[in-house]
């Protein structure tokens, strides 16, 4: 069935650092690729997505791109600040009313100053 | 925009016990989902409806889990009896409808012990 792999945390940076946040997925069709973000005390929120092979998703300095050809999708950003400390899931979803949603176990991020 | 609101925000209970959660989605969304999250992994989903039907309930545990969303607003979760593998946080999306961003509650952690 599909699923969704991505790198063990947690991860400790300091500010200003590159991430790089690694997934990789198995999939029988084209699923579409998303990242989530849970901030401390919050709930789930889509922080980007792409829908088809060589799409980019990005949002809020982060960026993402679907690789069909090494079934990847790995989260960067160039500049981490501390505000961006939370939990980043990774999910895909091959149908298109989203009921087989299928999320990585999370990688918890923490930036320092 | 009000978001997904949830309650109670955590429960402990003895296992065999039972549990009820509550959910009040964004107004005017169409679709809610139910998923648990153990400590650990993704989110799992466990029932999607639309309205006031079901759309999917093929991963929900029938034998102790129900839900329901009557008036196609907001919904209840119940465990009955409650086991000690149910610990987990639970969580309630919202979308307008099935093919659309799916907005997260802040969840309902529960301990059984």
């Known amino acids: 069935g599909n699923s969704v792999t991505q790198m063990e945390g947690p991860v400790t940076l300091s500010e200003e650092a590159f991430l790089t946040i690694n997934c990789t997925y198995t999939?029988?069709?084209?699923?579409?690729l998303f990242w989530y973000v849970q901030y401390p005390g919050e709930g789930l929120q889509l922080l980007l997505k792409a829908t088809k092979a060589d799409d980019k998703g990005s949002n809020k300095g982060f960026e993402a791109t679907y690789r069909k050809e090494t079934t990847s999708f790995h989260l960067e950003k160039g500049s981490v600040q501390v505000s961006d400390s939370a939990v980043y899931f990774c999910a895909l979803s091959e149908s298109r009313n989203n009921n087989d949603m299928r999320f990585g176990a999370g990688t918890r991020l923490t930036v320092k100053p | 925009e009000a978001g997904v609101a949830q309650s109670p925000r955590y429960k402990i209970i003895e296992k065999r016990q039972s549990v009820a959660f509550w959910c009040n989605p964004i107004s005017g969304h169409a679709t809610l989902y139910w998923y648990q999250q153990i400590l650990g992994q993704g989110p799992k989903l466990l029932i999607q409806f639309q309205n006031n039907g079901v759309v999917d309930d093929s991963q929900l545990p029938k034998d102790r889990f129900s839900a329901e969303r009557l008036k196609g607003v907001d919904s209840t979760l119940k465990i009955q009896p409650a086991k000690l593998e149910d610990s987990a946080v639970y969580l309630c999306?919202?979308?307008?409808?099935?093919?659309?961003?799916?907005?997260f509650g802040p969840g309902t952690r529960l301990t059984v012990l």
């Open positions: 999939a029988t069709g084209y699923p579409s």
């Open positions: 999306a919202s979308s307008l409808d099935l093919l659309n961003e799916q907005f």
